[in-house]
């Protein structure tokens, strides 16, 4: 009983598919071969506008990328405290955008607000010398909580940023996750809500290793091709994620796997409340982040149930916490059975009853 | 007739079979699964030594992961002037190690040799605050211009070296073609003959994205997880790069690849000379270096033979050169065919004729 | 009346004497020099310990040099939000470390704590790959609020961050005016309390453009000077730095210099608490921080009083705080003279009259 | 008898007392003074151009914020290959650009010429993503073989660029020398000859530690203010290199103190040639390098003249070198008076004698 993350599985059947029909023949390297330039394309349909779409292979990559692109050494990207890339990429946005910053905001459920963004920007001087520059937002859709940003908050974000001119990166690792739980298109909740700059996340959503960077403004994309060759992930054979892509993406595949995923979230969240447990954020997606008792982690534990501790830091304030509880992290993937999920509700249920 | 590069196949299909083997159930993240474990194995069992292996997706990411992790941003690595790292990445040493510098020599077939390794250190006064401090050589096996070094060659290299302390990398992008060319044990021409840390390529042999930095002094690659994981190389599935090296490794395939790759170009080069075609260098691995006539190259690119034109740069001097002749760099892969082989060399036979 | 800064002055007499003194014949360059070699030879007797000392002429580069030495690219510095590392050097600590990240801890007048120290480390996983990791601590002495740590603060950080071996840098930009105030040895509030890199600064204290890195354990400035050389902060002609720190430090120069500017604060405060005007922080250096009314911030403009507005970030909680008020920041240099603070007093006065 | 460089030497007087006039009162701090802003406009004048000056305290400094402006991460400096960015600045070139590369091209007296460049440019595909980019020509007047271009033959180099839009840096650390030694105006030889960007050397020409990095197009300075910030360079009582460029440029005192350099220079080489000891170039500025016998090395060094062994790599091809023989370099600063020059001619005199 493996729920730790949505990266622990492989790949789904029609990836695989994908993959092994793009095995034959020859095809010209890094990155212009026809799947490629296929998903290029397919990108611009899915969010209905023209695009700059760069494929890599890992999500560190991708959002790293991104900051990159749009922030200088002396710049600074408001996040929150504890984003995905502020805390858990080892300092990789650092690395490619040679010393940006970081600047970390509060916010439950790790979602960030227009307050804070205003309150930042106040204290960062413009054109001050001493001081750098803040020119980016980055969000992540959804959050690290499995919280999910609606078009008006995002838009709200881009409004906060515009008096100082910010770009606005949204770090989709799980964005057909979001996207399926908004019911909006992919227009609405990027570009139209003032999204730049997108991460679209694959992997968790049912690929091996598919990534990608999409400026929507392709003409803002004009440095990304040295950046991606020079970190090292312009893969020779580009095929390898092209395909997955598509395998993805066709027919409508990702918003399915998404769907099926959120679901079986759905489904353990709602038993955990019948249950009496309580869950530190409301379920959206594909996560589920009850608060577990001391004695409900042991029995989980002796069940072989695997899931993970989570920070309380974005714990809303009204939630209360007693001694030896922790919040627990349950993660959906696109391959988590109904029976897998029915299994540990029934661990949940034996451990309260 | 494609002969641009041998990353212009797919993967084999024991590669590709090993990749689907890996698909079903979960797995732990970031290369803590069971086959990346398996593989790191094996490298200690091929090399019959104990190693420090990280599986990355990129011959670049490893290439230059490597050099960063013997070199210190004021460093210098010695390597050839058209060298894989010095000219066909983009700078990316030079951002994985902050900047570090590297200095090109000059050698026939792109090799180095202890000559020129002498000379530049003692152009770089020892301790001087003024310098760059050399602190690495690295040497391509088999060169960009395919040509090997013989486990004597590596040695007298690294004994060169040694008065400054110099540590050796070897970029192993094709080193199955080279290792099968020398017939020695990987052993032999590793780090018995002073290499300490190896790009060991994958991608080009037959996978699909499959490369490992090898540290044949362990403990020399205490930070290499930080540096893999801030530079967006630690996949998080990490099972799609070790079922990959499973799939070559096992049973010997990688080198019966190679053999094949070696194979079909000692086919083409024997066919050339008989056609009184020069070669710029002598075959030894997998890739043919004919110099071609104006005629020549107008009536291969008539027959749509695909081929890249070569740097002149390493040539040895005593090639003598006519105008408008080039060199064509013409690449075996595993996945080339003997009808493929010899419809080329009916084009050339035709076109001689 | 210019109170923004103890910066705005120029060098004093001694220093500019000793300056005029050196400027006769030729010297060795780039910091082999005898004046040089003389003041690294001072500083291990002020200390009372073996030191290796790098001076250079900036703050920013003597902070940013003392903490690339003491992390990786893949480190952190645990400091306070508003120190000026973190908040007023444009980046630089970022720059010179290639990308390490300042970690911001709360902290009334920007003292930092064992508390907040412990709880970040509890929030970064040792060893884990996907956080950057903790490598040291940054104090300010005294702090951007005028604040002092004693000898025991100082040790009581070093402990919190001994479980995860933390190094600690001390910014000593008011160094003498802190150890004034101490009225300690310089050894009992550096290495005795635990610091292992000081920066030393001359420039506030009285000198033109004269910092000092001073490290305590000799060998850990190993690559210094290819870090200085590289950054363009090793000048050729070094008795420039070397003589205005011969001129500051000799004969207790420097100590009394700072005396003379906290006594000058002294004054102020004292005034201050007498018309009832509060401070922000108690005075305990140099630095007076009235909370001002609006209309005294209209009086003190009105008659032409220099100061800086400052931040309210580190304010005491208990500091009631009204509609239209700042902090208002007055530094006194070395070259404040009685009649300026009567002066400036006397517009206090008058305007509370 | 110290002719090693022309910064062993301290500052001219004018210099001294332009300082100590500085000293009094207060300035506003981080360049924002008087004298800096005076300087700035001087630059103006002297070059009858619209400038954009940035004055910090280091040559090196200087050079790698000029080129770190004008480069990316991915882009390429031709520049000779032994210039001072090059070969003399431990790598500071690449810190300051995060990572560009400096690419070296031959050259007698290290001069560049436009063959060379155009060559060089061949060999970088144009926005190919496996090379970095050709983006900047750096060019050392005069050289540091004491060799200068022409106005003509800076227009020849800028002209070889203008294919792949190449801007060009001049390393004028002995700007003044070249100056005087061309006899044309500091417009001629700059920006009407194609010089975007210069480095004004005042250290090596009378001054303590006074660059200025000098755009011609003052928009393209617009990043300058944080790069200098961020690298420490922006020091905080700015008037310490404002008020010594007051000094050396306040009635020609800079053009008087090179032409005195030079003029010594020039004695010394006459001598020699009178002496039958050959140069090694033609003495066109303040540095003499005659070719020493291990005769006359001996006697040198007997005698206690202290000069710097010089690298023979760009020596004309038709110079004969004996075995034992070696370029020496002396180099004559503002300060080197007639009777040093005339204790140094009869130490050769006597040695040939």
């Known amino acids: 009983m493996n729920f730790f993350s949505d990266n622990t599985a492989g790949a789904s059947a029609p990836v695989m598919a994908a993959l092994a029909a793009a095995n034959d023949g020859t095809a010209t390297a890094y990155g212009t071969d026809a799947w490629t330039g296929r998903v ?4 611009a349909e899915i969010f209905e506008h023209e695009v700059a779409a760069f494929l890599v292979a890992s999500g560190t990559a991708a959002n790293s990328l991104a900051l990159a692109s749009i922030t200088r050494p002396w710049g600074a990207v408001l996040t929150h405290e504890e984003s995905h890339v502020a805390d858990d990429e080892c300092g990789a946005p650092e690395f490619f955008s040679d010393g940006a910053k970081l600047v970390g905001l509060p916010g ?4 960030i607000s227009p307050g804070p963004v205003t309150q930042a920007l106040a204290r960062m001087r413009e054109g001050a010398l001493h001081q750098v520059q803040p020119q980016a937002i980055s969000i992540t ?4 909580c499995g919280q999910i940003y609606t078009p008006a908050e995002v838009r709200a974000l881009k409004d906060a940023g515009a008096p100082r001119g910010l770009t606005m990166h949204m770090d989709g690792a799980r964005f057909a996750n979001a996207l399926v739980a908004l ?3 992919p227009a609405a909740i990027t570009w139209q809500a003032g999204v730049d700059v997108l991460t679209f996340g694959g992997t968790k959503n049912g690929a091996w290793a598919a990534e990608a960077v999409i400026f929507f403004q392709p003409e803002a994309a004009a440095e990304m091709k ?8 312009t893969l020779s054979k580009g095929r390898l994620i092209g395909a997955q892509f598509e395998g993805l993406l066709g027919g409508g595949h990702w918003l399915e ?8 979230a759905k489904r353990l969240a709602d038993a955990l409340i019948a249950l009496n447990i309580p869950l530190a954020w409301p379920c959206q997606v594909n996560q589920v982040f009850p608060i577990l008792s001391a004695e409900l982690q042991t029995k989980l534990k002796a069940a072989g149930v695997g899931y993970l501790p989570w920070s309380q830091t974005a714990l809303p304030k009204d939630i209360p ?7 627990g992290r349950f993660v959906m993937a696109f391959s988590t059975s109904e029976a897998d999920v029915e299994r540990l509700i029934n661990v949940f249920a034996a451990a309260k009853g």
């Open 183 to 185: 019911g909006c298109s």
């Open 226 to 233: 040295w950046r991606r060759k020079r970190s090292g992930h």
């Open 257 to 264: 796997l998404a769907r099926h995923a959120n679901a079986m």
């Open 108 to 111: 439950a459920g790790n979602k």
């Open 141 to 144: 859709q959804a959050t690290e």
């Open 321 to 327: 916490f007693a001694e030896g509880e922790t919040i």
């Open 40 to 43: 290029e394309r397919l990108f």
